[in-house]
């Protein structure tokens, strides 16, 4: 109950903020609203001129009067063309400017929110959601919601010229409308069917084109084709289906509304011979209710535009609700290399255990601690908690005595030098990801990182050097050169301290001596280092060891110290289970 009113309460949140930002073009949806009155306005010039012509011009035979007619409609017409034009144009910027102040917000939002693992499918289809409100606010549709109060206008003005017409059109409105909201009801289904389809599809797609080399390997492309062309599949009948329904209902909408015309047509022809009406008003009855029932026609027809566009709406609520904006924060001076740790529990997103509990620990200027310990000990979360990606559910970790949610979070990774168990590379050159994707990198300090890296020598090597151009999966780099120049990243723009996540998992002998001595060389210089490890080789230049065991930390102190009581406890361990084995 409370995760909902939580949830609840976020999505509130969220619709605040995206109602705030839609808020600052209400100048412009005013001047929408004025234009639109106009053309709805002008939109009579048809009928008023069929009504003349047929009523005046035919009866008194007046070329004058039709001259003079036609050109005021000709004037009018071009009014009306002139400023259905401009709230159009209005419209289309109105749509541009809410997605360029929602651009950045939503982009950090997702960013924060893959990062945490928190709301992974918001998380995935944000700018898609973002894109598809503002194609719904620059689309037809939204057009025909300003023009939608002018219907009951255009029906009162069909009354004047006889009950009977107006009859009808009020009739003909009511089922359109009975119409539109059926066919409300029965696409929201299979719209969301088509829509998550889609999305699993596309995501299905990536990770395949993303595993490439793996799926040829083993042998694997025949199933794994098969595996993404059964979503494939199952997302074009999705699609087909709610096609099929939003056509049917379109056509359905069309058919009708043109039977509506004639029958008026039938209706107005029968009060004429009854002489209870003009042929004129005849004719403009049946022009002034294809008018009114426009804008219900084309919200039938443009309901897919409309109901993306909703659905974007609440999934970006949930999302910004979710994600809340930070605020901003006091800067603080460069930190010492000095990092402490008090009572630190730490629950990964989505869940309820906690993978690191109750971990104290103090690490001074120019010490390196290596954190060893079997699989599933926390040594990752650990990581993360250092690097601000995940925040402590109890305790803090400081950094000189402010804790870690006290800087900003760009500011905070140019203090951290994080190197993840996976190390992934963006779409650039290699200058540009060791430049951490700079708009401005300065290749002096590119290189200084590579050095450090031990990465330069074989940044070299390559056909481009620091130029070549490298994607997601390392593109030409092998295993072990992506980690070096993963290194080289983390080790850019002088960090206060490192956080090193299995460095040495595909890197040669080469490579490890190349982390030693980047650790020895941010210890010689007052940094701090932590290296979560398996392997013996890479806690080589640490002089501090901690060792977690279920998320517990068991011991921490000097290298030596450390691993004399691992062994002293593992030999009573042994002793233990010797005694309860000879009881046995």
């Not at 398996?534 to 060891?545: F, G, N, S, V, W």
Request: proline share 4%; glycine share 10%.
């Amino acid at each position: 109950m409370m995760n909902k009113e939580a949830t609840s309460a976020e999505t509130r949140a969220g619709r605040s903020e995206l109602l705030g930002v839609r808020k600052k073009s209400r100048a412009l949806y005013w001047f929408v609203a004025i234009f639109s009155s106009f053309v709805n306005a002008l939109m009579l010039t048809g009928p008023l001129y069929m009504l003349n012509v047929y009523d005046r011009v035919l009866g008194s035979r007046s070329y004058e009067t039709l001259i003079a007619l036609s050109v005021l409609v000709g004037f009018m017409y071009l009014m009306m063309g002139i400023l259905d034009y401009a709230r159009g144009r209005i419209m289309s910027r109105v749509g541009a400017q809410f997605q360029t102040d929602l651009d950045e917000r939503v982009f950090n939002a997702v960013m924060r929110a893959r990062a945490t693992g928190r709301v992974p499918t918001e998380a995935a289809t944000g700018q898609n959601d973002l894109q598809s409100v503002q194609r719904a606010v620059t689309s037809p549709v939204a057009m025909a919601i300003f023009d939608l109060p002018w219907t009951l206008i255009f029906v009162l003005g069909i009354f004047i010229f006889h009950p009977y017409l107006g009859y009808l059109a009020i009739g003909g409105g009511i089922i359109l409308v009975i119409i539109a909201i059926i066919n409300q009801l029965s696409s929201r289904r299979p719209l969301a069917e088509a829509n998550e389809a889609t999305f699993h599809a596309e995501a299905m797609g990536e990770q395949l084109r993303s595993g490439a080399d793996m799926i040829q390997a083993l042998g694997m492309r025949s199933s794994a084709f098969q595996r993404w062309i059964d979503l494939r599949n199952k997302s074009l009948r999705a699609g087909i289906k709610a096609g099929d329904l939003g056509g049917g209902f379109g056509s359905l909408t069309k058919t009708f509304r043109l039977f509506l015309q004639s029958a008026m047509l039938g209706v107005g022809a029968y009060l004429v011979l009854q002489g209870e009406l003009t042929p004129g008003a005849m004719i403009a009855g049946s022009i002034l209710m294809g008018r009114a029932l426009a804008p219900i026609e084309l919200l039938v027809n443009q309901w897919p535009v409309l109901n993306r566009g909703r659905s974007g709406w609440a999934s970006l609520s949930r999302l910004l609700g979710a994600v809340p904006q930070q605020k901003h924060r006091t800067e603080l001076p460069r930190p010492r290399s000095l990092i402490v740790a008090d009572q630190v529990t730490v629950l990964p997103p989505s869940e309820t255990k906690a993978s690191l509990r109750m971990v104290s620990f103090k690490l001074n200027p120019g010490e390196a601690v290596g954190v060893i310990g079997p699989s599933g000990a926390g040594k990752s979360t650990l990581a993360r908690a250092l690097a601000g990606l995940w925040v402590p559910a109890g305790g803090t970790i400081r950094l000189d005595g402010a804790s870690l949610d006290q800087y900003e979070p760009d500011v905070l990774g140019g203090y951290v030098g994080y190197l993840p168990q996976t190390v992934t590379l963006l779409s650039g050159s290699i200058r540009d990801n060791i430049a951490r994707m700079s708009p401005n990198p300065d290749d002096a300090a590119v290189i200084k990182a590579a050095k450090r890296a031990a990465a330069h020598e074989m940044i070299l090597r390559l056909p481009d050097g620091y130029d070549t151009i490298v994607d997601e999966t390392g593109g030409r780099l092998s295993g072990g050169q992506v980690q070096r120049v993963g290194l080289a990243r983390a080790m850019y723009g002088d960090p206060v301290y490192l956080v090193l996540d299995e460095p040495n998992s595909n890197l040669d002998n080469e490579g490890s001596v190349a982390v030693n001595n980047a650790i020895k060389t941010m210890r010689e210089e007052g940094r701090c280092v932590f290296v979560m490890a398996h392997r013996p080789a890479a806690i080589e230049q640490c002089d501090k060891l901690m060792y977690l065991d279920g998320g517990v930390l068991k011991a921490f102190g000097p290298t030596e110290e450390v691993k004399s009581q691992i062994l002293a406890n593992r030999a009573q361990i042994d002793r233990s289970k010797g005694q309860g084995g000879g009881v046995t």
